[in-house]
């Protein structure tokens, strides 16, 4: 039983749920492995924070309720909304839609009215029965806001245009005409209900709600790659009505303050990814944690940073195994629920960001005592996964198709029992072939045990070898030359010619053949002239030497005929 962290800045975080796998398992691997889990005791002991906390695919959104004890989510596949309730730990319902959900509001204190945007350019009412109301957008939507004093449902899409919902009317009222290409993000300001448009040509443009006209915009202050401004791609108010923070989609956050035209912070995200969550961290959260600054929550489909607004120091920093698609900060505590392409929905605790919520004050007691670091162990170490070309190779190609062959990617999976089996059949000779290899290798283990008179020269760049030994040879018999200086420099090196023998880091260059010092080189020749002239020097002496030696046995010759000619005269 254990809880995984890491200590990044050194900040805990504790994974609290949510598997380490970045994709889903198949669900033969999946049935099978719970039933082997179901013995584990360290499994069956695990913290589960809520019960059926996924997805059958991935998650897209993720928010909690004004009241604090519900949490809302959508993901695929199929299509679904799912509520989670706080005070019993568990999914409260599940509720199936036609079309992937984009994004979706909150409109009461709880869980039963809330508005979903969705694929297909649907807008629908939902209340805790059912879907109640569902209308069309002229185009496709990318946000949604809600503007509480006029009930208006603001929907920002394709279009230049920011089409207007009134759940009080109940019909669509005149849209806000925008000077920008798209609509990308949709907020509303808490404090003073400041519209806020994030556009598709990296501005920002200002609404006031109150004359429904266009007070002000704010230009990009980030230059993308081809020159162009990067496209806004999230947008957060701060709850003092003052503070905005603004995501781009080259991964840059920008902090303004409304009262000044240009940003007092910026900030890169450093994977050249869209910003998708922005939330500020006021200093209040957790009183028990001395904040001395706000922090500001920003999240990519790689990353989770933290980092102070007013300095820009990082606070920490979280890498979900799966792609990041929302981040929801429970409210008042230090817990993060992460919804991402993944099917089940992460969780972490920081505990110096917030304490635990009342619904989870377990955690305060269980992070340190459950904390652990060991190793993850593979779901697939049962198996084996081989290609087709393998599979032709060990005789199995005919079970393409049978339940013995699960198929998955660009291969399939089989029983390690069955590969092994397989590939013993299809090369018997193997263990004979491995019992010599073994054999060979304990006479060579043998062989170099023995206590030898002469040293071994080793097979590559023996010459430097020989070359070495010959200095240290020199030195311990006394083979020195006059002179204190010359005796000093013949000990340097004896003792650089021990250390390069015997220092373990210059074992390959007399082990492995890529270290072979060729002489032959041109470049070999050119780094050492000297050595090149004397070996053609000792090449001359030898071939002289050869020369002489032949000419004394010409002449012995010619003596010895010369020898048995006068004593044939002598008879």
């Not at 082997?36 to 913290?47: A, F, G, H």
């Amino acid at each position: 039983m254990g809880l995984s962290s890491t200590n990044a800045n050194n900040v805990k975080v504790y994974t609290v749920s949510g598997s380490s796998l970045s994709r889903k398992l198949p669900d033969w691997l999946a049935r099978r492995k719970r039933r082997e889990l179901q013995k584990d005791i360290e499994w069956t002991s695990r913290v589960e924070l809520l019960q059926d906390f996924e997805f059958p695919e991935a998650s897209m959104r993720i928010k909690t309720t004004p009241d604090g004890n519900f949490c809302m989510a959508t993901g695929v596949y199929k299509p679904q909304i799912r509520v989670f309730e706080f005070a019993d730990l568990s999914m409260k319902f599940d509720r199936h839609t036609d079309n992937e959900n984009v994004d979706f509001v909150i409109l009461s204190d709880d869980w039963t009215k809330s508005v979903h945007l969705q694929s297909d350019r649907a807008v629908e009412f939902h209340n805790e029965g059912q879907m109640h109301y569902r209308v069309r957008t002229p185009k496709f939507g990318r946000s949604l806001a809600y503007h509480s004093p006029s009930c208006d449902v603001l929907v920002g899409g394709a279009g230049n245009e920011v089409f207007r919902i009134n759940i009080d009317q109940g019909r669509f009222m005149t849209p806000l005409a925008t000077q920008g290409s798209g609509v990308n993000v949709v907020r509303v300001n808490p404090a003073h209900q400041l519209f806020g448009f994030g556009m598709e040509d990296g501005g920002v443009e200002f609404w006031d709600p109150r004359v429904r006209t266009r007070i002000g915009s704010l230009p990009s202050h980030v230059g993308g790659q081809d020159g162009a401004a990067p496209e806004v791609s999230s947008l957060a108010f701060r709850q003092d009505g003052l503070g905005m923070a603004v995501g781009t989609a080259s991964g840059h956050v920008l902090l303004y303050d409304l009262r000044q035209a240009r940003p007092w912070q910026i900030k890169d995200q450093r994977f050249g990814l869209p910003v998708k969550t922005l939330e500020w961290l006021e200093p209040s959260r957790g009183v028990h944690i001395e904040a001395p600054e706000a922090r500001v929550l920003s999240a990519d489909a790689r990353s989770i940073k933290l980092w102070g607004a007013t300095s820009g120091k990082p606070f920490t920093a979280i890498e979900p195994p799966a792609a990041v698609n929302d981040v929801c900060v429970v409210p008042d505590s230090g817990l993060l629920l992460v919804a991402g392409e993944a099917s089940e929905l992460q969780s972490f605790f920081i505990p110096q960001l917030g304490p635990a919520p009342k619904w989870a004050s377990f955690l305060e007691n269980l992070t340190e005592e459950m904390e652990t670091t060991s190793q993850q162990h593979s779901v697939y170490d049962d198996y084996k996964f081989v290609v087709p070309r393998e599979l032709e190779a060990l005789g199995l190609s005919h079970l393409v198709g049978t339940k013995v062959l699960k198929p998955y990617m660009h291969g399939f999976f089989v029983d390690l029992r069955l590969y092994e089996r397989a590939k013993a059949i299809a090369n018997p000779f193997a263990y004979e072939e491995y019992k010599m290899r073994r054999v060979e290798e304990k006479l060579a283990e043998a062989r170099e045990s023995r206590i030898r008179a002469t040293t071994k020269l080793p097979k590559v760049n023996r010459a430097l070898a020989q070359r070495l030994l010959s200095l240290q040879k020199a030195e311990e018999d006394g083979e020195k030359r006059a002179g204190g200086r010359q005796r000093k420099k013949a000990k340097a090196a004896a003792q650089t010619a021990g250390a390069v023998l015997e220092d373990s880091r210059f074992r390959d260059m007399f082990a492995d053949p890529d270290f072979e010092v060729n002489v032959e080189a041109d470049e070999f020749k050119q780094l050492h002239t000297t050595s090149t002239k004397r070996q053609q020097k000792e090449a001359a002496r030898r071939r002289d030497e050869g020369d002489s030696s032949d000419e004394e046995v010409d002449i012995r010759q010619m003596a010895l005929q010369d020898g048995e000619e006068s004593d044939d005269y002598a008879f």
